[in-house]
């Protein structure tokens, strides 16, 4: 059968969009846009104890982004100038911008190749005297191995701050993520399986870290604006709060949350069984003890088993396209690990070297060698984030494992090389 790329029928017809939008979106919007406050209004205060109830906290401040409330983790924590935190080397550019927000220093970590989270095993050889907490990832949906960091945090005395920006409802030993470290941090960006367009949530079980917080979140005041203000700046404030009508959208979705990652893992684990004996494919991996929520799907190619010695970029780039022409969505998520970003190798976050040359932190060197697993990572993973999701059912995850199959079979049956020259030759035309 011949492969869409090379002129035969596509496998998926189609691939519905993010988020499914239905009467109860339409009834809280609506809801908000004929209410009087459209700021910090009263469906921002609700959506703060729904989730909070939802994911287990005792607090939780609601922002207008992922990145706001990991900045608001840092002040949170009580990290300031020149505090070294540990962040992995291949996430997001903000899980480590944010510790510049707030001029600490960060200090790269490796990943695991296998669950393309920090790899925890590397987090004490990076340990200085300076160094006062470590921001996990939890990747794709995956949860990092929080007992190791948390016994490694207990026993330097480091601020645990979880990046849960892409894992809602991800579980580590039964415990949701965002519940395990000193507080954390949630994105409900238009990709995120919670998702009001922007947006995000703070979270923490800790009054300190939760007041500290609040005063970053608002002005550097002490008191939201729903409770009686006095205006007064107490610390250095930003604006990170989340507006009512953008909450209204949160809270409808917030009510579909469970289902969808219910779909999540049903259609995983269909793609997964189609897909796991695939030659040269690397499925993803889920540790014991960790519910995967598939918020990203992401394989990798293994070149050496398909007998491919050439530029293994120019590989996975080909057979993404030929999966892209079966009509399955699939691209790459992060081209660049963080210390090879231009703010890390330039340092130039606050201009004049600041805050790397302040006179309380170090002057650490950003050296993208050193993190080679995130390296290989980045040169062989492709992935899909709707595809899995609903409204998108079984049905379409079998179609997209078909899809895949198809490529993996015209590959063997050309010989790689070959194969790889006429997809080059598809891309010309
Ligand atoms: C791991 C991770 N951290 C942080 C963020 C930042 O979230 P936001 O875009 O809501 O600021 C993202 C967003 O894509 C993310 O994927």
Not at 48 to 55: P, Q, R, S, Y
Not at 126 to 133: A, D, L, P, V, W
Not at 305 to 332: C, H, T
Not at 349 to 375: D, F, I, L
Request: aromatic fraction near 10%.
């Amino acid at each position: 059968m011949k492969i869409a790329i090379f002129g035969g029928e596509k496998t998926v017809k189609e691939i519905k969009d993010w988020p499914p939008i239905d009467e109860i979106d339409r009834k809280y919007v609506l809801n908000s846009l004929e209410g009087t406050n459209h700021a910090y209004g009263p469906n921002c205060v609700e959506l703060e104890k729904e989730f909070a109830a939802w994911n287990g906290n005792k607090y939780a401040i609601t922002t207008n982004s992922g990145t706001a409330a990991l900045h608001m983790s840092i002040a949170g924590c009580g990290l300031g100038v020149g505090d070294e935190i540990i962040v992995p080397s291949y996430s997001w550019s903000s899980s480590a911008t944010c510790i510049l927000h707030h001029n600490c220093i960060p200090v790269f970590v490796d990943i695991d190749y296998e669950t393309m989270n920090m790899d925890v095993d590397k987090i004490e050889e990076k340990i200085t005297e300076k160094t006062k907490g470590i921001i996990v990832v939890h990747l794709h949906g995956l949860s990092v191995e929080m007992d190791k960091v948390m016994k490694i945090a207990k026993k330097y005395n480091l601020k645990v701050i979880e990046d849960a920006c892409q894992s809602h409802g991800a579980k580590y030993k039964g415990k949701k993520v965002g519940t395990i470290g000193d507080c954390g941090a949630f994105s409900f960006n238009q990709n995120k399986c919670l998702c009001s367009g922007e947006g995000g949530m703070f979270v923490t079980n800790n009054e300190e870290i939760y007041e500290k917080a609040k005063m970053l979140w608002s002005f550097g005041e002490t008191r939201t604006p729903s409770e009686s203000r006095d205006y007064h700046a107490y610390a250095l404030g930003w604006m990170y709060r989340n507006n009512d009508l953008t909450a209204a959208f949160g809270r409808a979705q917030l009510t579909k949350l469970d289902g969808y990652l219910e779909t999540q893992k049903k259609n995983a684990s269909v793609l997964t069984d189609i897909i796991k004996d695939i030659k040269g494919l690397k499925i993803p991996y889920t540790p014991e003890g960790c519910e995967h929520i598939w918020y990203n799907y992401t394989l990798r190619i293994e070149p050496e088993k398909l007998d491919f010695s050439g530029d293994e970029v120019i590989l996975r780039d080909s057979i993404m396209e030929a999966i892209r022409r079966e009509g399955v969505p699939v691209g790459i998520w992060q081209s660049f690990i963080l210390p090879e970003m231009t703010v890390f190798q330039a340092k130039n976050a606050y201009g004049k070297g600041c805050p790397w040359v302040c006179p309380h932190s170090r002057n650490v060197s950003y050296n993208p060698e050193e993190y080679q697993e995130a390296q290989k990572h980045c040169r062989r993973h492709f992935g899909m984030t709707y595809p899995l999701r609903q409204p998108n059912n079984e049905k379409t995850a079998e179609l997209v494992g078909l899809a895949i199959k198809k490529v993996f079979d015209d590959i063997k049956e050309k010989g790689t090389d070959k194969w790889v020259s006429m997809v080059q030759e598809v891309k010309k035309s």
